[in-house]
Nanobody, 122 residues
Framework: EHMVESGGGLVQPGGSLRLSCGASGSTFSGYAMAWFRQAPGREREFVGVISMSGRGTQYSDSVKGRFTISRDNAKNMVYLQMNTLKPEDTAVYYC????????????????WGQGAQVTVSS
């Protein structure tokens, strides 16, 4: 799977932003899709994941209640809606794909996008 993120940018604290990730290939619906992020000097960390069907999601504690993942299998797209953004959300955000089931481990994902910068600052 080849994937490309879009929608990053600069936003003020308390604001919202939506990231999109488009994937190539005809088997998109067979992949669990996740979002990870990496801040400067830090490890890449799990943000959230959505099941193949879109009926199941899981989030890290740091974004639960603020971020929402959705997907449109007809369009080969996955989205990350980010609300009530905080400066500590500043990072490069990556979408990732793996066949079948959920995982929070980055090493379980063989397919990655190039990343989108999100900066939360006044």
């Amino acid at each position: 799977e080849h994937m490309v993120e879009s929608g990053g940018g600069l936003v003020q604290p308390g604001g919202s932003l939506r990231l999109s990730c488009g994937a190539s290939g005809s088997t998109f619906s067979g992949y669990a899709m996740a979002w990870f992020r990496q801040a400067p000097g830090r490890e890449r960390e799990f943000v959230g994941v959505i099941s193949m069907s879109g009926r199941g999601t899981q989030y890290s504690d740091s974004v639960k209640g603020r971020f929402t993942i959705s997907r449109d299998n007809a369009k080969n797209m996955v989205y990350l809606q980010m609300n009530t953004l905080k400066p500590e959300d500043t990072a490069v955000y990556y979408c990732a794909a793996r066949v079948s089931s959920f995982s929070e481990r980055k090493d379980d994902y063989p397919y990655w996008g190039q990343g989108a910068q999100v900066t939360v600052s006044s």
